[in-house]
């Protein structure tokens, strides 16, 4: 009869916090709806892209060191530029609204697939990388990072780790539908419908998403172009330096920080190199590609909808953390170690799990920070990954395209993947020293000292 009662109490609990992340959803709509349009957009053309940029560059051949390479240096240049950007996106989304800077990112990545829409030549798709470069800066991570932003404008404190994994889920169900849509379409539609995708969501965008920032009016009429540069580039540096204090004055903060930036380092680079190591190894094209992307997908939804919201008050998120981290290592190992084609599935299951971190780790900091501090902490943390993004190519790029070659040292195809195992590793043992139960508290005078700063 307990037993039965606990089903009961369970199951009612479940329901409940469905129906509080649909209600926390409704002020979200003109936010997702759009993101939605946007991630199906981009994740259609992961899988071709692999297909697309080998033939272009390595025709005939399954192993291209020089896409491998391509993409890593991308990686890097990225990375580098995102240290500065990504903090500074936050800082001027706290200033000046989330929806003109979530309006600029999402934009950009229509001009690099219009490109490969126009043209697949090795010359088109230099210029396809120069533009995508371009936009991974300017939205890769930005995107999240104001999305999260805005949602902890209108979201309460108790039901932010909700409605993240709401946010996260729809992320991963913009996964499934693209990943469908790049299995089922052929090749020389999947460009030309994501540009579609991708104005539709930039123009709903703009007509019906609401500004949660209200603006003001900072112009200095009287001062020099010079004068305006050197303020602006002044009161960027004392905010992008009030961040970083309020991040390593923050026991939670500090951690969550080390946390993303070894997690990132070892995701980013097998993310960097998967898709070519699987084509490398077994000779994947597009439609498994996208089968194994769906699976991670499918997981993904169930997980960041149900499962989180219902542990997230049962365990806490620190518990939830160390369990999404064992499972990204497991993702990892088994990358670095399969030795047959039906491994990478079996992998690709762990996804359901690893997805968890990032919902998670954003809960963290938007609990760990003050209302008036939320776009500048994720901007400043999402910086810290950027490092993260631009240091893991420097490894991976050369290692794997040096154990997939006859020169290998010894025969293990997928070392790099392992060795990026190791970075998760390492954001595990930091996991561990995370006590969510404790709330960061804030110096007073920092929360002076954050209005005051936009006002200098």
């Known amino acids: 009869m307990q037993e039965k009662c606990f089903v009961l109490e369970t199951l009612v609990m479940v329901l409940k916090d469905c129906l509080v992340g649909f209600k926390e959803l409704r002020p979200l709509v003109h936010l997702l709806l759009p993101l939605f349009f946007h991630w199906i957009a981009e994740e259609m053309t992961v899988s071709v892209l692999v297909d697309v940029l080998t033939s272009a560059l390595c025709p005939g051949q399954t192993t291209c060191s020089e896409v491998i390479y391509i993409s890593g240096l991308q990686q890097t240049v990225v990375g580098i530029f995102k240290m500065v950007v990504l903090p500074l996106l936050g800082q001027l989304a706290d200033e000046y609204g989330r929806k003109p800077l979530l309006l600029i990112a999402v934009s950009t990545s229509i001009f690099p697939f219009a490109v490969l829409a126009c043209n697949q030549s090795r010359d088109a798709v230099y210029v396809y990388y120069v533009l995508r470069t371009i936009s991974f800066i300017l939205s890769q991570g930005s995107i999240f990072c104001i999305a999260i932003a805005y949602a902890a404008d209108i979201i309460k404190e108790e039901n932010r780790a909700t409605a993240f994994s709401w946010i996260t889920g729809f992320f991963s169900a913009s996964h499934v539908v693209g990943n469908l849509l790049a299995r089922f379409l052929p090749e020389k539609f999947i460009f030309v419908v994501s540009i579609a995708l991708l104005i539709f969501g930039s123009v709903y965008m703009y007509f019906f998403l609401v500004e949660t920032v209200e603006r003001v009016d900072k112009r200095e009429r009287d001062s020099t172009?010079?004068?305006?540069?050197?303020?602006?580039?002044?009161?960027?540096?004392?905010?992008?330096?009030?961040?970083?204090?309020?991040?390593?004055?923050?026991?939670?903060?500090?951690?969550?920080?080390?946390?993303?930036?070894?997690?990132?380092?070892?995701?980013?680079?097998?993310?960097?190199?998967?898709?070519?190591?699987?084509?490398?190894?077994?000779?994947?094209?597009?439609?498994?590609?996208?089968?194994?992307?769906?699976?991670?997908?499918?997981?993904?939804?169930?997980?960041?909808?149900?499962?989180?919201?219902?542990?997230?008050?049962?365990?806490?998120?620190?518990?939830?953390?160390?369990?999404?981290?064992?499972?990204?290592?497991?993702?990892?190992?088994?990358?670095?170690?399969?030795?047959?084609?039906?491994?990478?599935?079996?992998?690709?299951?762990?996804?359901?799990?690893?997805?968890?971190?990032?919902?998670?780790?954003?809960?963290?900091?938007?609990?760990?920070?003050?209302?008036?501090?939320?776009?500048?902490?994720?901007?400043?943390?999402?910086?810290?990954?950027?490092?993260?993004?631009?240091?893991?190519?420097?490894?991976?790029?050369?290692?794997?395209?040096?154990?997939?070659?006859?020169?290998?040292?010894?025969?293990?195809?997928?070392?790099?993947?392992?060795?990026?195992?190791?970075?998760?590793?390492?954001?595990?043992?930091?996991a561990c020293l995370l006590k969510p139960a404790e709330k960061s508290g804030h110096d007073p005078e920092e929360e002076i000292e954050a209005p005051l700063l936009g006002e200098s």
């Not at 518990?319 to 670095?336: D, E, H, K, P, T």
């Not at 997805?355 to 963290?364: G, H, M, N």
């Open 225 to 430: 172009f010079l004068t305006k540069i050197i303020n602006v580039a002044r009161k960027r540096y004392e905010s992008m330096r009030y961040a970083a204090a309020v991040v390593f004055r923050s026991p939670t903060l500090r951690v969550i920080s080390f946390v993303s930036f070894f997690y990132e380092l070892g995701m980013s680079g097998i993310s960097s190199v998967l898709l070519f190591y699987l084509k490398a190894v077994f000779g994947f094209n597009k439609n498994q590609y996208s089968e194994i992307l769906s699976v991670v997908g499918i997981g993904a939804i169930f997980s960041q909808i149900l499962v989180l919201p219902l542990l997230s008050p049962l365990v806490g998120e620190g518990v939830i953390l160390c369990l999404a981290l064992l499972a990204s290592i497991a993702y990892g190992l088994l990358y670095g170690l399969v030795w047959a084609s039906w491994v990478p599935y079996l992998s690709a299951a762990f996804g359901a799990i690893y997805v968890l971190v990032k919902p998670v780790t954003y809960a963290v900091i938007s609990k760990g920070s003050s209302s008036v501090n939320q776009g500048k902490v994720q901007g400043f943390i999402a910086g810290v990954q950027s490092i993260a993004s631009l240091l893991s190519p420097l490894a991976m790029s050369p290692l794997t395209s040096w154990f997939l070659s006859s020169d290998a040292p010894f025969n293990c195809k997928g070392f790099s993947i392992i060795v990026a195992s190791v970075s998760m590793m390492i954001a595990l043992c930091f």
